[in-house]
């Protein structure tokens, strides 16, 4: 299949500004600053279905369309927190392919009445942070950012700020007040960021790869797009696989490919009898193999399996794996990251984790599994924010489908592999 | 009106204005949800979820606290999925909770505790270990952490932003390991951080005063008010066994709101002191001995009797303070004209003729504009300084600082205007030229006078006489008149002196070209505005009728008393006729002019005959013949009036120790032994302050009505006419000089300082700092200063010696010495009414 979002990775040097331009890049740009008017860029992109690539898959047309008509100045914000664990295809675009995100910001800024547009990107990524800043350097140079774009009269500020390292700060309130420089707590919603985000201005906060998405929408329209996909889940997206697979990495495909064509025809097929998957990041719920054979990868099929598309990072988890030390593992990812505004996650998360460590240490009680179930619904929808819930996916699904593991754990002190 | 809202809450209609929470249409009809994260006075935060209630049509629980009402709802507050989870959340918090209870100086007062036992888990599911958490480490000295009791809440953190403006506190650390901390190496020394205690659901926070002093269910409540300042914050005193335990907040929105100051909380432990004078003290042999009240009373009535005879009764006098109630001060006044005979009649402190109330709290709470001439609430007024960073703070009220010294309120941005002391009037002038220059001034005036009056203090010539930059001047003037609601505050020093009139003028000028209301005094003292009512001047009768012959004719009447026709004589003028042997008895109640006059000292001692009735043997009290033992505000029954003029009650909350009387008590029997009934007693010879109400309800024209009964609990406004507001001139006499002074004194209180009752509260004036003289880097540099030299302040008539604090929060050409925090008295640098004393710093 051809390429669009992956396109310039692989191509030598493709982090370099007349690598890409030489590839047809910021085309798409000067198209959108000569031929459109921003609501009618909004309007494009609300045609082509475009669904969030951070993990709930809210259209982004329909976000861009609640800003206050009239209210400024108002900012945009790129969310490369990419926190998930699982997930890492945002890393490869910001690494390979700068200017296209870049190139995606400015287009997204102009829609949306942007003077000012942020990248807000997870201090871990040292490497793609300063490849971003010299990308936006680059094009400050060439007059992509900067006062007057192209003559067009459109000026535009991009930032790049590196988080501190929290997941939170990757839920879009969180997000704000870290880049406004206090501590990375979530937010009251409403106020919602469309109407008062950062410095209480209307501000759009988009996924890497859903602000990436723009300029392709620009260059070959929304039938185009829509072209791609299913019907509610129109387009291309990027697939992260780990775990036992052959060749894990990321991949395009359009959305609604076969699952099993990701994991056998791009990654190489599992390296070993497949025991479970996490479509969707860490903290989707695992599925059993036997539904992967008719799974599809798109909004509606995984949430039909019980599950979600997430972020796009499937994990193939392989037989000899004890699931009861993975989520051990993941109850004490999500208690560690748990920022502790809310009672609920704060102290569930780590009662959660604490019981998951007796069990995996041999210290567990039947009467274990109810409680952690328990638990879950005691946190389940009463969280401030969704990184509560978050925590429960792994432990609600390992119990549903490995059941009789937990028991075996249990009852033999040990590991069922 | 707001539109209204119907909703129906557990299958109950309730109606409430548009806007309102779901909680508070709950608790509007008694429907009880429990709140941890939530605090009316604070913004929604939504973080605990215990308030999480079941409302149709919207996905899973929403928080109570911050889901507005909509028409129509249905909501359901104890639904079982509602009350799994309220369980649920109590669950969670008990799961590291560490239950101090029976330790707990929350306990009996703790939301956790109550709702567990309301709503809670009546069984614990939790076998893991605790986690462990710091506990019992000092804060502050003032404040006890247990982080292990913290539930996390942010009220505390989210209070020191919101209100006091003090970012001290925060979180640090995240999950399960965070913690409420102050910033490493950072104090936690916000006068207003008792208020964390109050707001705190569980005993995370606690008192270091109160701290195992009792058990909350054991103490007796008693409504009083602050005795520190002229806010008069409304408190309640928690007794058990006779003793002041604790003092917290009490609600009143048209005062404190529920907010104290660190100084109306924490220090009260005076009351216990074992230096209290406890029993009457005459001096026999030249030292003071305990004695009987009726020897001390009999001594004192023969000798004030004899020294009347022998040398009229101009030759007696009676000084008062403003720290006494209006019960008190009414009936000294009239001691000492009825019986006595005598006008000479005064307290330390007076505020001078024309100098009026602040406005209502409510007025200053929600100015958009606020001009503090020479004055410095967070010293003088902490809870209006409080209410002022809210305002600014949050509503981005400006705040105009008038004062040679920075204040806190600077940091606001507001201009500050740094005058050279004695130059206050031109500046105010200076004001009123640029508003009429630029034509900035209301609609509607008459400013064709004024406009000559000040025609002379363009803003280049006031910068030369005043050393404030034009144009900060006329960013001031542009500031002021731009708000819709400003409000001017000025310091009682500001209108005191020889320039205090044209001051008061110049800033009524200005108040009127302006459209704002009357400027306010910050008065100081508790009761600065009572005991003027009351008559406590020599020119005054109660009500402040002055000493015509009518109005005599009528007290005298009512008094069944000839009262004196002659004038009195101020606390200046006696203490002058004093040192010139013309004055030989004086009777002063709770005052210390032997630290606060600046001939104090020495004409106290040139006395025949001296009666102090105080708490302490202050160095007043040392220089007395007899000394009378005084109840604390604590230990007598009362009213204080308030700097905005709200008259409000003060209940006995202690027996007075041995043989300690109120100070009211004392005037009534002492008159009582000399021969005279002078009202208040009733048949068993108790002194009733009650009755005492009564009169003076009768005889004070503002207080008409008044008694304890309308009074209540939250007080009532009393309002004494103003002057007719119209422009008046007035004049700028520049300052003398004095070339070997070279510096102006500025002085000011602080908060914490060494006044009687403050250093004698244990564990506060721990917080008092050393004496020092501050001083500017540029005159320091002159006169080769390094900042904690130890120098002296010397002007033509004393000096002090004190260590240097090298700061350009005064400004050049200026030395600020606080009050209060030397045992040499200050004021003695300086000649009663000048305008500004002069002085020079050298270095020991
Ligand atoms: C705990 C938590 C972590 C999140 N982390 C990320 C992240 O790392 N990157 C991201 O794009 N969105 C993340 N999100 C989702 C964002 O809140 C937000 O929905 C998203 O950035 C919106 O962009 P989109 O509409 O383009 O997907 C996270 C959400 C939660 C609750
Ligand atoms: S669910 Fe609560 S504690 Fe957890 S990250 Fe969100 S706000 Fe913080
Ligand atoms: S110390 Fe008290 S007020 Fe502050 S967060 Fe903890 S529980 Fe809440
Ligand atoms: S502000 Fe004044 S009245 Fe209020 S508590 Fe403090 S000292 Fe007392
Ligand atoms: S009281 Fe409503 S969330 Fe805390």
Redesign the interface.
């Known amino acids: 299949m051809e390429k669009f979002l992956l396109r310039n990775v692989g191509v030598p040097n493709s982090h370099e500004i007349d690598v890409y331009i030489g590839r047809g890049g910021y085309q798409a740009l000067a198209k959108a600053l000569k031929e459109f008017e921003p609501q009618e860029l909004v309007n494009l992109v609300r045609e082509s279905g475009l669904r969030g690539r951070g993990g709930a898959g809210f259209p982004a047309g329909v976000k861009w369309s609640f800003l206050p008509k009239g209210v400024y100045p108002r900012y945009l914000v790129c969310n490369a927190d990419e926190g998930e664990p699982g997930t890492f295809k945002d890393r490869v675009l910001i690494e390979h392919d700068p200017h296209g995100l870049i190139e995606g910001i400015i287009i997204s800024s102009y829609a949306c009445e942007v003077e000012h547009a942020f990248i807000y990107i997870r201090g871990e990524y040292v490497f793609g942070a300063k490849r971003l800043e010299k990308a936006v350097a680059q094009a400050y140079e060439r007059g992509y950012l900067g006062r007057n774009i192209l003559g067009s009269g459109y000026d535009l500020e991009l930032t790049v700020h590196r988080g501190a390292g929290s997941y939170v700060c990757g839920e879009e309130t969180g997000l704000l007040t870290s880049l406004e420089g206090d501590r990375g707590h979530p937010k009251l919603k409403p106020p919602f960021p469309a109407s008062q985000g950062l410095y209480r201005k209307p501000t759009i906060i988009n996924n890497v790869e859903t602000l990436f998405n723009v300029p392709f929408i620009v260059e070959h329209g929304a039938e185009w797009y829509k072209g791609f996909g299913t019907e509610r889940s129109p387009g291309l997206k990027l697939f992260c696989i780990s775990g036992h697979v052959n060749k894990p990495g990321v991949y395009e495909l359009p959305l609604g490919t076969p699952m099993m064509t990701l994991i056998n025809d791009y990654a190489g097929g599992p390296s070993k009898p497949i025991k479970t998957v996490i479509p969707g990041g860490s903290s989707t719920p695992m599925l059993p193999p036997d539904v992967l054979e008719t799974l599809t990868l798109d909004y509606e099929a995984l949430a039909a399996a019980g599950s979600m598309l997430g972020s796009g990072a499937v994990i193939v988890v392989g037989e000899g794996t004890c699931i009861v030390r993975l989520v051990e593992r993941l109850a004490e990812f999500y208690r560690h990251e748990s920022c502790g505004k809310c009672i609920p996650c704060r102290e569930g998360t780590d009662w959660l984790y604490k019981i998951m460590h007796r069990i995996e240490h041999g210290q567990g009680r039947e009467e274990d599994i109810d409680l952690l179930l328990d638990i879950c619904d005691n946190i389940s929808g009463k969280s401030f924010c969704p990184l509560g819930d978050a925590a429960l996916g792994p432990i609600t699904s390992s119990i549903k489908h490995f059941r009789d593991e937990y028991l075996y754990h249990i009852r033999e002190r040990r590991c069922m592999v | 009106m707001e539109p209204l809202v119907t909703l129906t809450i557990d299958d109950r209609e309730v109606t409430v204005p548009a806007g309102t929470t779901v909680l508070n249409a709950a608790k509007s009809v008694g429907i009880e949800i429990p709140t941890l994260c939530y605090y009316e006075k604070l913004a ?7 308030c ?1 209630v079941e409302i149709e049509k919207m ?3 929403q928080t109570a606290c ?1 889901t507005v009402v909509r028409p129509d709802m249905v909501v359901r507050t104890a639904s079982p999925e509602v009350l ?2 309220r369980k ?2 109590l ?3 008990l ?2 909770h560490p239950l101090d209870c029976p330790v707990c100086d929350k306990g009996g007062e703790c939301d956790l505790q109550d709702f567990v036992f309301k709503w809670g888990p009546t069984e614990s ?2 076998i ?1 270990e605790k ?1 462990h958490k710091r506990k019992a480490y000092a804060l502050s000295p003032l404040i006890v952490k247990d982080e292990e009791r913290c ?2 809440c ?1 009220r505390c953190v989210r209070y020191l932003e919101e209100w006091a403006d003090d970012l001290q506190l ?2 640090f ?6 913690r409420v901390d102050t910033f490493p190496g950072q104090p936690f020394d916000s006068v207003f951080s008792g208020n964390t205690i109050d707001i705190c659901p569980v005993g995370a926070l606690t008192s270091r005063v109160f701290r195992f002093r009792a058990r909350s269910w054991e103490l007796e409540k008693v409504p009083s008010v602050c005795a520190y300042c002229g806010v008069g914050c409304n408190i309640t005193l928690d007794v058990k066994t006779n003793k002041l335990r604790r003092i917290s907040g009490r609600e009143n929105p048209a005062v404190n709101d529920g907010w104290l100051c660190d100084k109306g909380r924490f220090a009260h432990q005076y009351i216990d002191s074992p230096e209290r004078i406890t029993r009457p003290l005459v001096r026999k042999d030249g030292e003071l001995r305990p004695a009987s009240w009726d020897e001390a009373l009999n001594l004192v009535s023969q000798r004030l009797r004899e020294i009347v005879r022998e040398s009229g009764p101009r030759s007696v006098g009676g000084v008062g303070s403003a720290t006494v109630t209006n019960e008190a001060a009414y009936l000294f006044q009239k001691f000492v004209r009825t019986v006595l005979g005598t006008n000479n009649v005064d307290h330390l402190g007076r505020l001078p003729d024309g100098a009026r109330p602040l406005p209502s709290m409510t007025e200053v709470r929600e100015a958009d504009a606020i001009l503090l001439f020479g004055a410095d609430t967070l010293e003088e007024a902490p809870v209006i300084e409080l209410f002022i960073r809210r305002a600014a703070n949050l509503k981005g009220t400006k705040v105009i600082v008038a004062n040679p010294r920075r204040i806190n309120l600077t940091r606001y941005g507001g201009p500050w205007l740094a005058y050279r002391p004695g130059t206050e009037v031109a500046l105010l002038n200076g004001l009123a030229h640029v508003i009429l220059a630029e034509g900035l001034h209301k609609e509607g005036r008459r400013v064709a006078e004024l406009k000559e009056w000040v025609k002379d203090y363009p803003p280049d010539k006031v910068e030369e006489i005043t050393a404030v930059p034009a144009e900060t001047l006329r960013e001031a003037a542009r500031v002021l008149t731009e708000a819709q609601k400003a409000v001017l505050i000025y310091g009682p020093d500001t209108v005191r002196g020889p320039n205090g009139q044209a001051c008061l003028t110049a800033l009524n000028n200005l108040a009127l070209l302006i459209g704002a209301h009357e400027p306010g005094c910050l008065a100081q003292e508790p009761n600065s505005w009572g005991v003027l009512d009351m008559g406590l001047a020599p020119h005054l009768y109660p009500g402040r009728q002055r000493l015509d012959d009518k109005v005599r004719e009528r007290l005298g009447k009512r008094w069944k008393a000839q009262l004196p026709s002659e004038a009195g004589l101020g606390l200046d003028e006696m203490l002058k006729a004093a040192l010139d042997g013309e004055l030989e008895a004086l009777y002063i109640m709770a005052a210390n002019p032997a630290m606060d006059h600046p001939i104090g000292d020495e004409a106290l001692e040139k006395l025949k005959f001296l009666v102090v009735q105080d708490l302490f043997l202050t160095e007043t009290a040392q220089l007395a013949d007899v000394v009378l033992p005084a109840a604390s505000f604590a230990e007598a029954d009362g009213t204080f009036t308030n700097m905005a003029g709200r008259v409000q009650r003060l209940h006995q909350a202690l027996r007075p120790l041995a043989e300690v009387k109120p100070h009211g008590q004392i005037i009534v029997d002492l008159a009582r032994v000399m021969g005279q009934e002078i009202g208040a007693t009733m048949p068993l010879e108790h002194y009733s302050p009650q009755a005492v109400m009564e009169e003076i309800a009768r005889v004070a024209a503002p207080y008409e009505g008044l008694s304890y009964g309308s009074l209540g609990d939250d007080g009532i406004p009393v309002t004494t006419e103003g002057g007719t507001r119209r422009f008046a001139q007035a004049d700028f006499r520049p300052p003398a000089t004095d070339a070997a002074y070279p510096l102006a004194l500025v002085t000011g209180r602080l908060l914490y300082d060494r006044s009687p009752l403050f250093a004698r509260s244990e564990i506060m004036r721990q917080l008092v700092p050393e004496p020092f003289v501050e001083i500017n880097p540029a005159d320091a540099e002159t006169l080769r200063i390094a900042d904690q030299d130890a120098v002296t302040v010397s002007s033509a008539r004393d000096s002090l010696e004190l260590r240097a604090r090298v700061s350009d929060d005064i400004r050049p050409g200026c030395v600020f010495v606080p009050l209060h925090l030397n045992e040499m008295p200050v004021v003695a640098l300086s000649e009663a009414g000048a305008a500004v004393t002069w002085v020079k710093v050298t270095k020991r």
């Open positions: 929604p935060f939504g973080g605990c979820r215990i999480l996905r899973g629980l911050t799994k989870t649920a959340i669950e969670f918090l799961t590291n599911r939790y893991e986690r539930v996390l942010r925060d979180y650390e995240r999950g399960r390991l965070t």
